[in-house]
Every structure is written in C-alpha cells, then in structure tokens.
C-alpha cells in the first residue's frame, strides 16, 4: 500500500479544443487516477484565458486545475500521458499536501497565540464589535497616497 | 480600557506616567524611526503559503521587465521570498506570468 499525497494538477489545453475533447481529456486524467488507485477532490476549470507568453503560435488557452488524491507513481504516469497528447499545450503538477498542511498550523498556532495574548491582557477571546470597525477605520486611513502625514502610526 | 490604548501607542509598555513626557516619547520615536522602512508584504499581511495561482499577489513582484524583484527593493523577508520565487517560476511554466517582456 503506498502513501498518498494530494496533487494539484494544472494542465492548458489548445484553445481550440471542443467540450467533447476537454472532456474526454479529463476523461483520461480520470482513468489513470483511478488505476492507482486515487481520486479526484475537485475540479476547477478557469475556462479560457490570455497566456502570458505565446506557446506554439497560440496565444490563449483552457485552463483546468485539478486537485487529486493519490501516490507519487500516479505522478509520473500523468506527466507522460499528458507530455505525449497534443492537446495538451502545457501541464503541471506539484505536491501540495504538506505546505498546506505547513500554512493551517501555522494559522491555528498563530489564532491561539492571538487569543492567549488578549486573555493575558484580559481582554474578551475575540475582538469586539467596537474594535473591529477602529482597525477597519485605520485601516481605511493608512491607505491614503503614500503613507506620509498621518497620525502616531 | 482607554488607559491601556494609550500605553500601546506610545511605544514602550510601563512609560507612560507623565503626559508630557508621553509626547516627547513620541517625537523622539518618530526621528529614529524612518518612515520608509521596508516591510515584508506577506508577514503583514499574514500569508503563510504564496500560492502560483494567485497572479494578483505575484504581479507587484514583477516589475516592467519581468524579473522577480529582490529583495532589497521589496523588503520582503526571506522566507517569504524563497516562497515567491518558487511561486513565481510555477506561474511562469504555466504561462499565467512572462518570463521576458520587452
């Protein structure tokens, strides 16, 4: 039984591909996770955007972000399968398991450090009401031209 | 409550006695410290993962030319700049960010 990781798996396919095509496409994806033995979490397509630079004459192209379940083996089978299809202008997949993982720890540890904090200064756990529209009002204040002439901040 | 403000925003914690040396506190801050000072966008803003798909977070890092800004320019810290470097390269790849504009 090998581990598995999630993936994101971002892949641009010509942007004159049909609905058939893209589906079919995802189709494919679909089939080699399954065959590890992963899955699908989700699937997001951005539709059709302006590529940055041109790839093989083409200046757009369909985005579709995957985010997958499965292990590392899978990787390597859908990078080959899709470098090989034509449709295909560009693809890539990263782990993104652990800086996920990394970015909700360091949340949570930052949140109680927040609450302790206040409870220390005997403050209420989350701030109130009043506090929220001060900082809101600072905040609103700080972003004048460029941070010059203003109060004792 | 109102005591307590006030003790925060003339700096050091316990030195609030005096009004007036409240004040000068204040101004003596104020010379030391430069105006300008460089901060990193992303500890402020309390972003623990530079994500490649978020073009409106990288772009400000990327000036006219699309070289990734160092940090001696933007301030950002080190670590953050390590996770923008690698998230600007993956949006590179994918063509959502240029390499080169001329």
Not at chain 2, 18 to 24: L, T, V
Request: glycine share 10%; net charge positive; charged share 35%.
């Amino acid at each position: 039984m090998s581990i598995h990781r999630q993936y994101e798996l971002v892949y641009i396919a010509m942007p004159d591909s049909t609905e058939e095509q893209l589906a079919e496409l995802h189709q494919q994806v679909a089939t080699v996770v399954d065959r590890f033995g992963g899955t699908i979490e989700r699937t997001e397509p951005w539709g059709r955007r302006r590529l940055a630079y041109e790839i093989g004459r083409q200046r757009e192209g369909v985005y579709v972000l995957e985010i997958l379940n499965g292990p590392g083996a899978m990787t390597t089978e859908l990078d080959r399968r899709l470098r090989v299809l034509d449709i295909v202008m560009r693809h890539l997949v990263i782990r993104v398991d652990e800086v996920l993982a990394k970015e909700s720890r360091s949340q949570t540890r930052r949140k109680s450090a927040t609450v302790a904090r206040r409870l220390r200064r005997g403050l209420p756990a989350e701030p109130t009401e009043q506090e929220l529209s001060r900082r809101k009002q600072e905040n609103d204040d700080a972003d004048g031209p460029d941070g010059f002439g203003e109060g004792d901040r | 409550m109102s005591d307590y403000d006030k003790d925060t925003r003339g700096g050091g914690g316990g030195r609030g006695a005096a009004k007036g040396k409240d004040d000068k506190d204040k101004a003596g801050r104020r010379g030391g410290f430069f105006r300008r000072r460089r901060v990193c966008k992303f500890c402020v803003e309390k972003i623990d993962y530079v994500s490649y798909k978020d073009v409106k977070v990288l772009t400000p890092f990327i000036p006219e030319r699309g070289k990734i800004q160092p940090r001696r320019i933007s301030g950002t810290c080190a670590k953050h700049q390590r996770a923008l470097q690698t998230a600007i390269k993956r949006a590179r790849t994918l063509a959502l960010i240029p390499y080169v504009t001329d």
